[in-house]
């Protein structure tokens, strides 16, 4: 067998290797989602809770519509774990041999610090969010909130706060690469506090400053954790060691 014949061999291969995991996390969505059609009306109580009021439609198919967005949403979480297995699966063997351990220990900390942003946000911040804006509400001005709206404020609040909570673990990872001294991290406080509010002001679905707040701190909080965490472990480095001598 000729080289070229042999790699087009091995291209069809790693071809058909990815159509087959390709096709079980499609699978995996598939029967997500039709569980949470069947679950939709307790996913909707979770899912309006928070709000404290029924949400409404305006269309014919608004409420089909609200209940495939949800479903297709759980489906989604559902697959989740399985496509995150296929997807290091797949690249295992082109990885170094110690870095499969570091990689599935990585993947495992960015989903648990998800799921602390989702709960946070679900738990702490979006009630408070949604009982400030409520509180605008007087004897002439009653809110209708369309379904489609709810859903599309509490899913970006949900993963902002998500995405936020991976701060801790970017900075961990940046530190193994490239050893961070703690004094940088320090004097970078300033610019977190003003990026926070940025990143704030960017992914809360309103301008309101107490909206903002709800997300800046938090943020600010996690890079003083982080700081904490990135001193700790460069103390037990050889070349933290090397340089205390």
């Not at 709960?119 to 509180?135: D, E, G, N, Q, R």
């Not at 379904?147 to 961990?172: C, D, I, K």
């Not at 004094?183 to 970078?188: A, I």
Request: some cysteine.
């Amino acid at each position: 067998m000729t080289a070229k014949a042999g790699e087009r061999q091995l291209f069809s291969e790693h071809l058909r290797e990815l159509r087959s995991r390709l096709l079980s996390c499609v699978f995996f969505l598939v029967c997500g989602t039709a569980v949470g059609y069947f679950w939709y009306e307790n996913l909707l109580d979770i899912l309006v809770k928070p709000l404290g009021q029924p949400v409404f439609y305006s269309s014919p198919a608004g409420g089909f519509d609200f209940i495939l967005k949800l479903s297709l949403l759980f489906g989604f979480a559902f697959s989740i774990p399985v496509l995150v297995y296929h997807a290091f699966r797949f690249i295992e063997p082109v990885v170094p041999q110690r870095a499969p351990k570091k990689t599935f220990l990585v993947l495992v900390s960015s989903g648990a610090l998800l799921i602390m942003g989702v709960l946070f946000a679900y738990y702490v911040s979006l009630p408070a969010a949604l009982y400030f804006l409520s509180s605008f509400t007087t004897e002439g001005v009653h809110a209708l909130i369309s379904a489609n709206e709810y859903f599309s404020f509490v899913t970006r609040y949900l993963l902002g706060f998500g995405l936020l909570f991976q701060l801790p673990l970017v900075l961990l990872v940046i530190n193994s690469v490239q050893q961070v001294p703690t004094k940088t991290l320090l004097r970078l406080e300033k610019w977190v506090l003003l990026l926070s509010f940025v990143i704030a002001a960017v992914l809360t679905p309103t301008p309101d400053v107490f909206n903002q707040l709800l997300m800046a701190v938090p943020l600010i909080i996690l890079y003083q954790f982080s700081v904490v965490l990135v001193w700790l472990v460069n103390t037990k480095t050889p070349q933290a060691k090397g340089k205390k001598r």
